[in-house]
């Protein structure tokens, strides 16, 4: 097994959180594997297949809830947060979770192209994109086209990958394969609600 080739893992969140952007930034998705739970390395990968250069801004405490969030930037002013929980020291798995902003890579576009297929009130291109479930809950919402106004606010996660939208006071939520995404298959936005609607 790779993991078992890597030595101990650091102990010290941030520690922890560098030598997985690493991982990522080589390509190394066998490597990153053992740093992360659930579909976190699905999200980093998918949306970009080498992560880049990060440099290191905060790292933040969660005593109660037991995990740390390091939070890195880029050149090009995106962000990524992650989310390292705190275990005995020695264990794999510690990253629950990840948050990028402001980022452009495959499974954001992915879901930014729905939105904007909806946002026109284009339901053919938007059924490429999202399953009809989802596509119909994004028309029930508006009551038709939903409009340009819509930025995306949040993409990530770790057990479930999102992305969120927001325009004015409303919010949409999107949840997403991300694998299916990355990969352009049709139909991998799986769910869409609505809050906040007028």
Same mark, same amino acid.
């Given at each position: 097994?790779? *993991?078992? =080739?890597?030595?101990? $893992?650091?102990?010290?969140?941030?520690? +922890? !959180?560098?030598?997985l952007l690493a991982a990522w930034a080589a390509g190394k998705r066998d490597v990153a594997k053992c740093y992360t739970a659930y579909a976190t390395d699905? @999200?980093?990968? /998918?949306?970009?297949?080498?992560?880049?250069?990060?440099?290191?801004?905060?790292?933040?405490?969660?005593?109660?809830? #037991?995990?740390?969030?390091?939070?890195?930037?880029? &050149?090009? /002013?995106?962000? @990524?947060?992650?989310?390292?929980?705190?275990?005995? !020291?020695? !264990?794999?798995?510690?990253? =629950? %979770?990840?948050?990028m902003t402001g980022t452009t890579g495959r499974i954001s576009t992915y879901a930014d192209n729905l939105i904007r297929a909806w946002g026109r009130g284009?339901?053919?291109? !938007?059924?490429?994109? %999202?399953? $009809?479930?989802?596509?119909?809950?994004?028309?029930?919402?508006?009551?038709?086209?939903?409009? /340009? *106004?819509?930025?995306?606010?949040?993409?990530?996660?770790? +057990?479930?990958?999102?992305? @969120?939208?927001? *325009?004015?006071?409303?919010?949409?939520?999107?949840? @997403?394969?991300?694998?299916? &995404?990355?990969?352009?298959?049709? #139909?991998?936005?799986?769910?869409?609600? %609505?809050? %906040?609607?007028?």
């Amino acid at each position: 097994m790779v *993991c078992s =080739t890597l030595g101990a $893992p650091p102990k010290a969140a941030r520690a +922890y !959180a560098d030598r997985l952007l690493a991982a990522w930034a080589a390509g190394k998705r066998d490597v990153a594997k053992c740093y992360t739970a659930y579909a976190t390395d699905a @999200i980093l990968f /998918g949306e970009k297949p080498r992560g880049g250069a990060w440099t290191w801004v905060s790292t933040v405490a969660n005593t109660p809830e #037991q995990f740390d969030d390091v939070t890195y930037r880029n &050149a090009a /002013g995106e962000r @990524i947060q992650v989310r390292v929980a705190r275990p005995a !020291a020695g !264990a794999w798995d510690r990253v =629950t %979770g990840v948050q990028m902003t402001g980022t452009t890579g495959r499974i954001s576009t992915y879901a930014d192209n729905l939105i904007r297929a909806w946002g026109r009130g284009d339901k053919a291109a !938007a059924l490429k994109y %999202g399953t $009809p479930k989802a596509v119909n809950a994004l028309w029930a919402f508006s009551g038709g086209a939903g409009g /340009g *106004c819509w930025q995306r606010t949040f993409f990530g996660g770790g +057990y479930t990958t999102m992305a @969120i939208y927001s *325009c004015e006071s409303a919010t949409v939520e999107l949840t @997403i394969q991300p694998g299916a &995404a990355a990969a352009g298959k049709p #139909q991998a936005v799986v769910k869409a609600q %609505g809050f %906040g609607a007028d």
